[in-house]
C-alpha cells in the first residue's frame, strides 16, 4: 500500500458526460501528479500540483482540468468524455519537488466510456 | 527521439534465476533521476528503485540492483533470485532536472513483461 488513495476505484459512463476523479496523497506530500496509462499511448503525465499551484502541464487535452485543495488532495476533471479516453487514470505524490524524489502511485481508476 | 528505450517486449525466466530488465535514456540534462516501477496485473504501480545521474554507486534495494551506465545512458534492472511473484510488467522512467519549477514529469518506457516460470 503507497498511502496514496484514488477513488473510485472503477467508472462506467457514456459519451458526452462529466466526471471527476479524486486522489489523496500520501500524508506529509506535497506534489501530486496525473498520469494516463492507455494501451495506445502508454503511460503519459497530465499535470502535476505543488502546494496547491499547477506546476507543470504535459499532453492533457483541453477538456480535462485539476485543482488541488487546501488539504492537498487533488482532483482530475474530465468533460465531454469521448471513447478514447478509456484508460487508467494514476495519481501519485511526493514529498518534495524536484529530481530525487521518488513519486508514489494510487492504485488508479479505471474509466471506460461507453 | 525516445527518452526511455526498453527494447524487451517480454522476457521469461525461470524461477531463482537472476534477469536484467533493459532501459536506455536520452537527455542532454546534467541532472536527472532514474525509476523504475512494477505493475502486476492488479493494476497499481509499484515503485522499486531510484538511481540519481550523481550517485557514484549503484541503487540497491534487497533483491532489485540497478546497473547504471552513465556514458552509456542505460539503467537496467537486475533483480536476483526470481521469484513467482515477480511476474508482472516493469517500467522504467526519467525524471529530468530543467528548471526549479518544470520537467516534474516522469517520461516512462513502453515496459517490459517479465514472467517467472516455475
Known amino acids: 500500500d503507497s498511502g496514496v488513495t484514488q477513488t473510485p476505484k472503477h467508472l462506467i459512463t457514456a459519451t458526452g458526460q462529466r466526471v471527476t476523479l479524486r486522489c489523496s496523497p500520501r500524508?506529509?506530500?506535497?506534489?501530486v501528479y496525473w498520469y494516463q496509462q492507455s494501451l495506445d499511448q502508454g503511460l503519459q503525465f497530465l499535470i502535476q500540483y505543488y502546494n496547491g499551484e499547477e506546476r507543470a502541464k504535459g499532453n492533457i487535452l483541453e477538456r480535462f482540468s485539476a485543482q488541488q485543495f487546501p488539504d492537498l488532495h487533488s482532483e482530475l476533471n474530465l468533460s465531454s468524455l469521448e471513447l478514447g479516453d478509456s484508460a487508467l487514470y494514476f495519481c501519485a505524490s511526493s514529498v518534495d519537488s524536484g529530481v530525487r524524489y521518488e513519486q508514489y502511485f494510487g492504485p488508479g481508476t479505471r474509466l471506460t466510456v461507453t | 527521439a525516445q527518452k526511455i528505450t526498453q527494447t524487451q517486449p517480454g522476457m521469461f525466466v525461470q524461477e531463482k534465476e537472476a534477469v536484467t530488465l533493459d532501459c536506455t535514456y536520452d537527455t542532454s540534462d546534467q541532472s536527472y533521476g532514474l525509476f523504475w516501477y512494477k505493475q502486476p496485473s492488479s493494476g497499481e504501480m509499484i515503485f522499486l528503485i531510484y538511481?540519481?545521474?550523481?550517485?557514484?554507486q549503484n541503487a540497491t534495494e534487497g533483491r532489485y540492483s540497478l546497473n547504471f551506465q552513465k556514458a552509456r545512458k542505460s539503467a537496467n534492472l537486475v533483480i536476483s533470485a526470481s521469484q513467482l511473484g515477480d511476474s508482472a510488467m516493469y517500467f522504467c522512467a526519467m525524471r529530468e532536472g530543467g528548471t526549479n519549477f518544470g520537467n516534474e514529469k516522469l517520461t516512462f518506457g513502453t515496459g517490459t513483461r517479465l514472467t517467472i516460470i516455475p
Open positions: 538511481q540519481g545521474s550523481y550517485d557514484e
Open positions: 500524508s506529509g506530500d506535497l506534489s
